[in-house]
């Protein structure tokens, strides 16, 4: 069966990794909530209103919950996709050794 198209599951999931800003978000929450403050500080060159924007469309995709006072955790989605990322960088990493 010959692909001529990548699926929109597929195509929904690197829209997300391949923006840097949802990317950096999830590599910098866990399954404990973060102040959001805590959080700005974490992505530097992310403003305030961008990074509302990041986590709402995070929340509305199940990657994220909001709890009290503006702290922001990983769903189970949001860990499972967030262990993606790592296996990806990790290939990358081997990928550009073997090259050397």
Known sequence: MVMRDLNIGTKVGLALLNDRWYA????????????????RRRVRGLGTLKLLTVLAKMNQLGLVTEREHYRYQLTTTGLELQRSLQELEAWGNRAITAMH
């Open 24 to 39: 950096l978000v999830l590599s910098n929450l866990t399954d404990q909530p973060a102040d959001f403050m805590l959080l």
